[in-house]
């Protein structure tokens, strides 16, 4: 079983519209759990932690299922500049991140 | 120049090549790391420095060869590679080890092996 498995999508929605989606995990002791972002042919970047009240940055919501083991990402009123993969990254009890494969969002004028 | 930097931002190499990848943070930070994405793959861990020693190597073929000179720079030594080693290589920092620290990435290589 993979440690984090995303729906890889893609999600094609139009701007304005609402796009959420979720990723599992499989390691019970995990930790700390975030949504970074990776534009084609670019880095991956931070997009925000996840905490286990949940918490929301803009137009973007995260919440935290622990009993599930999983974690959401919500845009709202999406923008063309949301384009983009968004990876799910778990990690332990250590230093080291796991890495789902991403989950491609376009979001079409 | 801040953040991570990373050079070449493309390499290709022949299987028989030598050649070395460079990273540089100027972000004061402790460890450093180089993962491998392949296309359509979770970014793979490879290497992981603190304090310029080595704390992780995962099971990475020798034909990779990391090196932490100081702090702030980090290369990865390639040789004799082989054409499925053909990746986005990415390096990245962090404060330290710590569990909720975030991780920087540069902007990585992509490398081609013929």
């Known amino acids: 079983r993979k440690e984090v498995e995303q729906d890889p999508g893609p999600f094609n929605v139009p701007e304005g519209a609402t796009v959420a989606f979720n990723c599992t995990y499989s390691?019970?002791?995990?930790?700390?759990f975030f949504w970074y972002r990776q534009d084609c042919r670019k880095e991956p970047k931070l997009l925000m932690s996840?905490?286990?009240s949940g918490n929301e940055d803009g137009r973007f919501t995260a919440q935290l299922n622990r009993a599930s083991q999983y974690i959401s990402l919500l845009i709202r009123d999406s923008k063309l500049s949301d384009s983009a993969t968004y990876l799910c990254v778990v990690n332990g009890n250590d230093y080291k991140l796991s890495f789902g494969a991403g989950t491609t969002v376009t979001v079409r004028a | 120049e801040t953040g991570v930097t990373q050079t070449p931002r493309h390499l290709v190499m022949g299987m028989t090549n030598k050649k070395s990848l460079k990273c540089e943070q100027h972000l004061g930070h402790n460890a450093m790391y180089w993962y491998k994405q392949s296309a359509k793959k979770p970014l793979e861990l490879m290497f992981v420095?603190?304090?310029?020693?080595?704390?992780e190597n995962n099971s990475v073929p020798s034909r990779f060869s990391p090196e932490c000179p100081n702090s702030s720079h980090l290369f990865l030594h390639l040789h004799t590679l082989q054409p499925e080693d053909s990746a986005l290589y990415l390096c990245?920092?962090?404060?330290?080890?710590?569990?909720?620290?975030?991780?920087?990435f540069g902007p990585g290589t992509r490398l081609t092996v013929l």
């Open positions: 420095y603190s304090l310029e020693e080595r704390v």
């Open positions: 996840v905490y286990s």
């Open positions: 990245a920092s962090s404060p330290g080890l710590a569990v909720y620290n975030e991780q920087f």
């Open positions: 390691n019970s002791a995990s930790q700390s």
